[in-house]
């Protein structure tokens, strides 16, 4: 089968490393792709949001299954756009359609599905530009600290924890009156802040059955001990040692199977992932966000632990057929670090050369993020650079080696978080 992954992004390497482990990859490809996966599979520089090209090449290349690995073409409709084609009638598609991608482009759009379906989620009002001076005296009425959320999608970075009314009120203005998050900011959340430990579940569904994949921890802020501004993610790890055993079951009950359930009765054609984004307050979820896709650098810990084919996964997904197979898990712990560039994320410098990826550790995976091959060089081609996971028999020892990886790559100003996983390891003491 030829199989053709949409993206450029960690992500979308972790998938292509996995795909081509399937005996039923034929020719696999990447639109665009990276230096990463360019030595996996053939990239094809066409945009994730250039839907006329991807059509062309699925039809060329006689393209089986398609996975689209970010969120904007789902929530623009590339899943729409190609099975409008009567010469894709029979694609296979692993991603939602526009209305089951709202669930992510919308925050407001995801907290009303959870209030229908009696998710637990913590209490919020939305305000758009208009509306405005309420939403400052609302600000005046809650409890501190609060949390303001983008509507739209804004790369991972449009959530702002706000500590007092000042600092509220003047994120509020940023963000509504001077576009901060353009238009992803046209409307803002105001959220209650929950006080808890976040993690990520994820479940695969065929829009009838569903299975639970790995669950992850990440770690949004740029700087160690959560400080500094978010980030599309510096590291995470799988499995999370709070969230096993009667937590989970929970989940499950209160928040998985409900909005499974919620997307059938709205008649809402799922076939894909569903990022759940928790809080674990005092040993009960919360759903603090949903994503239609899988998260980085959360791919990157979940998928090395996935012993299934995941190309029969994938067919599954799309087919309808996921109930028929079962999913094999790696009781192994996986951690990665994420290496940025300088500066990031404000602004950062592209085209450094990249040293000491080839060197050995072992049970270790670099997945590229931000890469692109410059003759014989890979040189830097965004913020987020590399992903670096490393497999152990518990977190320690994965960590260690994620790190003695990290610490062999080298470039100008490369930067990364030293205390990835910290927290978790000092839950077990």
């Known amino acids: ?105 919308s925050k407001d759009y995801a907290k009303q599905f959870m209030v229908r379906h009696g998710i637990p989620t913590a209490d919020s009002r939305t305000f758009t530009k208009v ?27 449009g959530v702002i924890i706000c500590q007092n009314l000042e600092e509220a009120t003047d994120t509020i203005d940023k963000m509504l009156a001077q576009s901060m998050f353009g238009e992803a900011s046209d409307s803002v959340v105001i959220e209650e802040f929950l006080a808890g430990i976040e993690l990520s579940v994820f479940v695969l569904t065929d829009g009838n059955s569903y299975k639970i994949l790995p669950e992850a921890k990440d770690y949004k802020p740029i700087g160690e001990k959560n400080t500094g501004p978010n980030t599309g993610g510096m590291g995470s790890v799988s499995p999370v040692n709070f969230a096993q055993g009667d937590f989970l079951d929970k989940v499950e009950q209160r928040v998985i199977i409900p909005t499974v359930n919620g997307l059938k009765k709205e008649n809402i054609d799922y076939q894909g992932f569903i990022f759940i984004g928790l809080m674990n307050v005092m040993g009960d979820p919360y759903v603090i966000e949903y994503n239609v896709r899988m998260g980085d650098p959360e791919t990157e ?19 309808g057929t996921l109930s028929e197979h079962k999913l094999k898990i790696d009781p192994k712990t996986a951690t990665t670090v994420v290496l940025v560039a300088g500066g ?57 080696r994620s790190y003695q990886k990290a610490s062999k790559i080298h470039w100008k100003d490369v930067y990364y978080r030293k205390d990835i996983g910290q927290d978790l390891m000092e839950l077990e003491q």
């Open 344 to 400: 990031y994320p404000d602004a950062y410098k592209k085209g450094d050369v990249i040293s000491g990826i080839e060197s050995k550790v072992d049970n270790t995976v670099v997945f590229h993020a931000g890469t692109k091959m410059q003759g014989e060089s890979v040189i830097t081609n965004g913020g987020r650079v590399l992903a670096v996971t490393g497999l152990g028999e518990n977190m320690e020892e994965a960590l260690d």
């Open 131 to 157: 509306t405005l001076p309420e939403a400052k005296e609302y600000l005046k009425t809650v409890k501190m600290p609060i949390v303001l959320k983008a509507d739209g999608l804004a790369a991972g970075k």
């Open 301 to 319: 810990v979940v998928l090395p632990r996935i012993e299934s084919d995941l190309v029969d996964l994938m067919e599954a997904t799309a087919g």
């Open 1 to 105: 089968m030829n199989i053709l992954v949409v993206g450029s992004g960690g992500r979308e390497h972790t998938f292509a490393w996995k795909l081509i482990q399937s005996h039923k990859c034929s020719n696999l490809y990447m639109a665009p792709g990276n230096a990463g996966t360019e030595g996996i599979g053939q990239n094809i520089a066409i945009a994730v949001g250039d839907f006329e090209g991807i059509k062309n090449l699925i039809i060329e290349k006689d393209i089986s299954l398609v996975i689209v690995g970010p969120e904007a073409p789902l929530v623009d409709g590339i899943r729409e756009f190609l099975l409008q084609d009567d010469r894709l009638k029979n694609l296979k598609i692993v991603g939602p359609g526009t209305e089951g991608a709202r669930l992510e482009g």
